[in-house]
């Protein structure tokens, strides 16, 4: 499938299955755009994907998906970038060790897992709505915890204050 007028943003891409996917369409000409919240790992991986596809239409967004603030800066980028989204993959997950909370004073996984997918397709509604066929994939994938996360569990205690 030729992808060539297809724009995509892909959150998590900078390794994993994100990296994998972002490869996989860039392989087939869609203009990809990755967001990372390290620039130099994001960086990496874009130049990591430019020479497995051969695609120049590959950037980078620098985003902490842990707040809403880095949120709405994403979908500014986004919305800066290209007036048109095809495919909004939300990829990004966190599965922290240990109970954490972001700025917005909200549970570090939840924040990232919840309420960053919901948030960034509602604000990226009309990027979408620009696409004959638009789709949003949430992957389960990224929200999975590790096994030794849950062997560090305490059972007896989920809410782990």
Avoid: H
Avoid at 4 to 32: C, E, F, H, Y
Avoid at 142 to 159: H, K
């Amino acid at each position: 499938m030729d992808l060539q007028d297809k724009t995509m943003l892909i959150t998590g891409a900078t390794g994993g299955i994100g990296l994998s996917t972002a490869a996989a369409v860039a392989g087939r000409g869609a203009r990809v755009l990755v967001t990372g919240r390290n620039r130099d790992t994001a960086q990496a991986a874009v130049a990591q994907l430019k020479a497995r596809s051969g695609n120049d239409r590959i950037d980078f967004l620098l985003a902490d998906l842990s707040t809403q603030a880095g949120v709405r800066s994403l979908v500014q980028q986004v919305t800066t970038r290209t007036d048109r989204l095809d495919v909004l993959v939300n990829n990004a997950g966190l599965a922290a060790p240990t109970r954490q909370l972001t700025a917005d004073g909200i549970e570090s996984d939840f924040a990232v897992n919840v309420v960053t997918p919901f948030l960034l397709t509602q604000q990226l509604l009309l990027p979408l709505g620009r696409s004959q066929r638009a789709r949003v994939v949430t992957s389960p994938e990224a929200r999975t915890p590790s096994r030794s996360t849950w062997a560090t569990c305490r059972r007896n205690d989920l809410s782990q204050d």
